[in-house]
């Protein structure tokens, strides 16, 4: 079964230092896509990075990247530069890639900035 | 950017009443979702919609509801709400490629 396992509840970075995030997830299928999303205290969530399992680069949006190892199954998110505004939950998903299109979430991470 | 609007954004209500959480969105997006939530938790997913007249539940069992008569509305209904119904529900929609979820803003229920 498809699983995405985030092994930090919670995570502090210095402001303007860079953080990692982390996330495996299990799947036996070659086709699947990987999701980063912020939850902030308001409660939205919103879209931060895709991975295709295919792609051949690292995804990078602004000052977000995702350190994608495929062997190792890991989907890791790397914010650069932290600013206070990056202080969240941060959540890593999967698209099932058995093509129902539901989407599986972990448990997520809490971030907290320190200026 | 995205435009899926959830109403209302909080509600309270007492144990036995009917309620129907609103969704909509104006992307013509065909799958729709609907996840709960507990303050910090993970997101569960109790519903989701392929299109027009297709409802499915989700991996965490619901007493709850949907429908899907339009493309851009996917409500949820729960006939008597109880205390442990208390919790934030988010609606999302999907696109087609790379099929990224758009969520609403939530709506968080207390049932007393």
């Known amino acids: 079964a498809q699983k995405i396992t985030q092994t930090q509840p919670g995570m502090f970075v210095q402001e303007k230092e860079a953080v990692t995030l982390d996330c495996t997830y299990d799947t036996s299928d070659p086709s699947y896509g990987l999701f980063w999303y912020k939850q902030p205290s308001s409660g939205e969530m919103i879209f931060l990075i895709y991975q295709g399992s295919y792609d051949q680069q690292n995804a990078t949006e602004g000052r977000y990247s995702l350190n994608f190892q495929k062997a190792r199954k890991s989907a890791n998110l790397v914010i650069s530069a932290s600013q206070l505004g990056d202080s969240a939950m941060y959540f890593c998903a999967m698209r099932d890639p058995s093509g129902t299109y539901k989407y599986i979430f972990g448990t997520g991470t809490r971030l907290k900035v320190l200026a | 950017e995205a435009d899926i609007y959830q109403t209302p954004r909080y509600l309270v209500i007492g144990t036995g009443k009917k309620i129907t959480l609103e969704c909509s969105q104006t992307?013509?997006?065909?799958?729709m979702y609907w996840y709960q939530q507990d303050p910090g938790m993970e997101l569960h997913l109790i519903h989701y919609?392929?299109?027009?007249?297709?409802?499915e539940k989700g991996d965490l069992s619901s007493e709850s509801t949907v429908s899907r008569i339009r493309t851009e509305h996917f409500p949820l209904t729960l006939e008597s709400a109880r205390p442990s119904h208390t919790s934030q529900y988010l609606c999302?929609?999907?696109?087609?490629?790379?099929?990224?979820?758009?969520f609403g803003s939530g709506t968080q229920l207390s049932v007393l």
């Open positions: 919609s392929y299109g027009v007249n297709s409802t």
């Open positions: 999302a929609s999907g696109d087609r490629a790379p099929a990224k979820l758009f």
């Open positions: 992307m013509g997006h065909d799958k």
